[in-house]
Each structure stands twice: as C-alpha cells, then as structure tokens.
C-alpha cells in the first residue's frame, strides 16, 4: 500500500522547465516558502493570484499571464499543485508524454459533461494536474491517448464516484475503466453511508474541502451546462483542477485508513459498479444491509465485503387466483378464461391483445397476469382492459351484455355496499377472503347497468424496493398514485413484511387488502383485520383500533375524506405507525384542501417587514444554493407555509405507467416547504427488475 500511496515532491513550472519547491535555491530566501508568499515577494512579473474560500477550504491559484509551458497554459492550484490546460491537438502527444513521465503508483482521475458528453477530462499526479479539453481535441483521440492508463490495473486511479465517468469514457473513448478504486464506495466501507458526496468524504479524512463544490454542482443540477463554451470560464478550469488536486492530496490518509486486504475488494466492487452504472444507465445498484436493520447500501461493495448480509431484493411472484372470477361470470364470458386456464394454469394463461378496432389479435399473445380489469356494460360488448389494450371476450361481434347477465352475477355477489363496491366471499370461493373487487354502475333509479371487476392480486416481493423505509425507520408511509397504479398491492405486502414481528392490524374499508369473507386472506401474513360497515364509519373504526387493540401499525388502504385526515392524525399522535394510500402526487394532494393535512397541510400568513426582508433573503440563497438563476419577485408579507407536521413523513409516488418505478420522498416535510416556496424537492428514484429483484437507484427533482 505505502509504497504506491508514495507522494512525490511537488514542482512548478517555469519558463518550460521544472523546479522542485523543497530545494530550488531561489533569489531572495524563497526557499520553503508558500505560493502565496513567493508571488508577493518574486511573482509579480509572471502571475496573477486569485483566492477562493475562506478558512480551511481557501485555496490560491496562480496563473501563468503567458503560457510558458510547451504544450499549454499554465497555472497553480492551491500552494503546491502545478496544472497543464491542454486544449490543442498539436501539444497532446508532448503532454502525454509528460503524464506518464509524472506517473508513480497513484493518480486521480475526473471527467466534466458526463454522462451526455465528454468535454474535459483531469487527471492528477503527485506533482501535477493535467486538464484535457477534450471539446476541443475530440474525446476519442484524448482517450486514445490514455487508453493504456486507463484500462490497465496500475497505477491505482482514484475516482470519487465513478459512474458517470465510466459512462462517459466507454461512450465517447471506447474506454473500459479498470484499476478504479470509488473513493464513495471507500467512504461507505468505513462509516455506512453510499451516498457520501466529495467534501464530506474530505472532511472525514480532516481535509480542506473544495471551496466551489456545492455551488457548481448545484448549478449543473439546476441544468446550467458549464462545459459546453469555448473559451471554457477559468473559473470553471480551476473547479475542474480541484477536482483531482484535492482528491490526491487524500492519497496519504487513504493509506493510513485502508488495510491491505481491503484495497482489493474495493477496486474489484469499483470496477463492477463500472460495469453496472453501464448497464443502468448511470443508476446505482442497491441493496440492504440485514445486519443494519436493512439500510440502503451498495450492492457492489456489500458483494465483495459481506455477502451473506445483503438482502439483493427477490423476483416477484404474482398470484392473482384468477380463477375465482369464473364462479360469477356467466360461461359465455368466461370460455376464453377457461380454456387458456386448462392450457396452463393461473398465471401463464394467455389472452389476446386487442387491435386499435378493438378486435381480437389472435396473432399477439399477452401473459395473463397483464389482465387488470373487466368491463361489463349493459346492450355493450364484454371487454377486459390487459395492459393497457381493450380486449373483448366474445369473438361474436352482437354479443352484448344482457340485464339479466348482470343481475345473475349480483345474485351470486350478494348485496353491494354504500359505496358500490363487493367481493368474493368464502361462501362462493371455498377459499379465505378473495382480493377481486366488483363495482357497480346504477341509473336514476339505482338498478345496476354496468359492472367493472378489479382483478386483485398478491405480489411477493412486490415491497421489497422499501426494506429500509419499512424496517430501519419507524416513520408513516403514505403510496400515492392514480387508480390502477399498484398502491394497494403494495400496501398488502407491506403489511405481510410488518406483521411478521409487530402487531399490525389493517382497517379495510373495502376489504380490498385481506379480501371478503370473514378469514383475511393469506396475502396479510399474521395480520388482522378490522372490517369497516361503510364508509363514514371509517375514521370510527381506526379510532376504535387504537383504543382496543393496541397496534404498533395500523393499516389503511384508501384515506380519501376530511374525517380519515383527523383520524389519522390522532393515531399518529397515540404513536401508532401508519402504513396507508391515497390517489395522486405530492404536488397534487397539496393542493386538495380536504387531504393535504395528510402531508401538513398549507395556510396563508402575514409577517412583518423584517420577517419579509429575511424570507426574501432566504429564498434567495435556496435559489444561489440550487444553482438556478435568482429571479427577484419583491418582498411579500403574505406567505403560504406548512400548517403542521405531517402525519405521514415518507411519501411512495408511484405510477400505472412505470410499475416497477418508485419516488420516494424520505422527508415530506422538507418537501412541502420546498414546493411552497417555489422550488423543486429531492427524491429518490428506485427501480427494479421484477424477473431478478435487482434494484437501482439515484436521486432526483420533482
């Protein structure tokens, strides 16, 4: 490890030829002396000086007023570090050779504009930084040039984060990353976090951070591309020369920290976290830690450090128990049902995808477990919705449902409930509660016309994209989403997870999450259930839970009215996790007045006037801190802000269109008072593969 941690003596150029800062006998004692000091005692006729930052995190920079070395400008970073800008196709082969000459067992490497381009890339030796403009030269022929760096296992490249980098390289250069070491993945070996950003990764190594990190990046997430111009800003170089400076100056505390047995593992875990960030596009493969109460973590580095204690998610397995619904529809309905079901069973059954004119494709066949709901309209054609498509289930084009179809199928139904809706009891099934919903259409005069079937279904694994949310916080979790997008699925298996060591007990108005009869079904695990006799019982009912039967979680699948809000929040106040869903987005149930207690709600108030110069003042450093440009808009003394504390601290947005997409925001609170003051608010964006369980991750804006 010592031996290529190794520092080299750093040097400066001048007049194109090297002088080493420990030894050069210069005029006047600047022996020993600082960048700072030789400049304002000796420099004045060559350089220019600018500082950054204050404190710990100033550094100096010394500029070259002409460019003195052979193959391009010039300048010092910090009080040590001297940086070659190479931006001409001529002086590429000349620095090049440089590099390598620079070269021991350790270098740090950066690229600017990944992944969607390749504008610069850096890399920092000892003694060094060389800046390649890569806009200028062309990303392939810079690539070309340090291909044999680049892909070969020595020297050591430390990379801080190398994901959109190694995009980018293989992209634009054709190069295949290797000998990486993720100095991410280094900070999460040793204080669990996988998201450690560059100046907290400094700080843990107590070392200066870089001065201009936060704000440049908050510009480049605002959108603002700050590579793409040319002449390229000097600001922007010196951030670039950062980069790789202040991360090999971290070189020798790297060594004190890692032991010999870890530097392997790490450099293997980068270098498949490489290959991953390829294949998903940049996002980062996750998993969760079951020796930490299943916190996110990095799959690549819980592979290579400790496999037995990942949880690296589960391939879901459906089972819908379609089968159920052909007891209640009449067989003309059913045949293609049965007959699929007879060629194999229940999930693999196959149905046909409907052309634009609503016929039958018989040529395109669509696994049964796309089925979401059928249709049943009097004097109209039976139909099934499957993923999206129309299908109907009768080949006869003047088939139509009849009254006395639809009231056969009430019959064996029984009575529907205040709010249209019914299930499959154990009478009909001979089986627990069935998760299938019927609801029904009414005239004027409430004689049923119309009949939609929900197919309900139980997902295993369908929640595993939460482990962390729903075991190593206690927090509330309320899933958002439309109609059809999932969210009581999810809220079954959720319920399954919980219950297996805590008392859940689950209030379901509909009972659509354990099913109807009088046993719950399987799906809820070893949790119970309280029905609801109609909807404005509801609130009533969660009440009466908390008051009898003492829950560490309590269950809702629907919160859609004013009473639910208050009894939500009553239950959360008695200290009662809740776990529940209701229909739309963040932005959305802000808006609506009766749920948005949900969330915190929103009022108007009036401060006085230094409060409005001071909340003025505030957003205006949100919007600098976001990168954006600020927009003054005066100072109001009317300001909405949150009402409350949530009740529900992490929101699960998810969508009919995307299934296996999850936002997840972790703190709603801090979300709501972005949205209110006119700005985006960060989330997590999760995804998975629902055939492996893989899952992958990254944050975002919404």
Request: proline share 3%; with cysteine.
């Amino acid at each position: 490890m010592k031996k290529y941690m190794k520092r080299v003596h750093h040097s400066v150029c001048q007049n194109g030829g090297t002088m080493k800062l420990s030894d050069v006998e210069r005029p006047g004692g600047m022996k020993g002396m600082t960048m700072k000091q030789i400049f304002e005692e000796h420099g004045k006729s060559y350089f220019t000086l600018q500082i950054i930052g204050e404190g710990d995190s100033s550094a100096c920079f010394i500029h070259a007023k002409k460019d003195r070395s052979a193959f391009g400008k010039t300048f010092i970073v910090g009080e040590k570090t001297i940086c070659y800008y190479v931006k001409e196709p001529s002086k590429l082969a000349s620095a090049l050779d440089r590099l390598f000459a620079d070269i021991e067992c350790v270098v740090s490497v950066d690229c600017e504009g990944v992944p969607e381009s390749l504008e610069l890339l850096q890399i920092a030796t000892g003694s060094s930084v060389y800046i390649f403009d890569c806009h200028q030269i062309g990303a392939e022929q810079v690539c070309q040039g340090l291909k044999s760096l680049l892909e070969n296992e020595t020297p050591v490249k430390l990379i801080h984060d190398l994901r959109n980098d190694a995009i980018a390289l293989e992209a634009f250069g054709g190069i295949k990353l290797s000998g990486a070491l993720d100095t991410q993945l280094l900070a999460e070996l040793f204080c669990g976090s996988p998201f450690e950003g560059f100046n907290a990764f400094l700080s843990r190594l107590d070392l200066p951070k870089h001065p201009s990190k936060d704000f440049v990046h908050g510009r480049m997430n605002s959108g603002i591309n700050l590579w793409d111009k040319r002449p390229i800003a000097q600001t922007s170089l010196e951030y670039a020369a950062m980069d790789v400076a202040f991360l090999q100056n971290a070189a020798e505390r790297i060594q004190e920290i890692l032991a010999p047995n870890h530097l392997d593992k790490l450099i293997h875990a980068s270098s498949i976290r490489a290959q991953n960030a390829i294949k998903n596009k940049g996002y980062r493969a996750i998993c969760f830690d079951k020796e930490n109460t299943f916190a996110i973590a990095s799959t690549e580095l819980m592979m290579a450090t400790r496999p037995k204690d990942g949880f690296f998610g589960e391939k879901l397995k459906i089972e819908s128990d379609v089968d159920e619904i052909f007891d209640v529809l009449p067989s003309v309905y059913n045949k293609i049902f049965v007959d699929s079901e007879k060629k194999n069973h229940s999930l693999l059954g196959i149905f046909t995808r409907s052309s634009p004119t609503s016929k039958r494709a018989k040529e395109d066949l669509i696994p049964i477990e796309l089925l979401n709901d059928i249709v049943l309209d009097i004097g109209r054609r039976a139909l099934c919705w499957i993923d999206g498509s129309r299908v109907h289930l009768c080949d006869d084009e003047d088939k139509v449902v009849t009254q006395g179809e639809i009231e056969e199928i009430t019959a064996r139904l029984g009575t529907f409930g205040s709010d249209n809706r019914a299930g499959l009891d154990v009478g009909i099934t001979r089986k627990m509660g069935s998760l299938h919903r019927f609801s029904a259409m009414r005239d004027r005069d409430g004689q049923i016309i119309g009949m939609t079937i929900r197919i309900g279904r139980n997902v295993l694994g369908n929640a595993a994209m939460l482990m962390d949310v729903l075991n190593h916080t206690n927090m509330s979790v309320l899933i958002l989403g439309e109609p059809g997008s999932g969210k009581t699925t999810i809220v079954r298996e959720a319920t399954r997870m919980l219950a297996q060591d805590k008392n859940v007990i689950v209030v379901d108005t509909s009972n659509e999450i354990a099913g109807d009869g009088k046993t719950p079904h399987r799906c809820i695990g070893l949790a119970r259930r309280m029905m609801v006799p109609s909807l404005d019982k509801q609130s009533a009912v969660m009440i009466e839970c908390v008051q009898n039967h003492t829950p560490h979680v309590m269950v809702i699948d629907e919160i859609g009215r004013p009473k639910e809000v208050q009894a939500a929040s009553t239950v959360k106040q008695r200290g009662v996790r809740l776990i529940a869903s209701a229909h739309g987005n963040l932005r959305g149930l802000l808006k609506n007045k009766d749920l948005n207690g949900l969330v915190g709600g929103q009022e108007r108030i009036t401060i006085g006037d230094e409060m409005a110069k001071e909340e003025a003042k505030r957003k205006k450093k949100l919007a600098l801190d976001q990168g954006g440009n600020y927009r003054p808009v005066g100072i109001s003394k009317t300001q909405t802000k949150r009402r409350s504390d949530p009740t529900f601290e992490i929101i699960v947005e998810v969508s009919r269109e995307s299934r296996n997409e999850w936002r997840i925001v972790t703190n709603s609170a801090k979300a709501v008072d972005r949205i209110l003051d006119g700005f985006q608010y960060q989330c997590q964006l999760r995804k998975r593969d629902p055939a492996t369980g893989e899952m992958w991750m990254e944050f975002g804006h919404a």
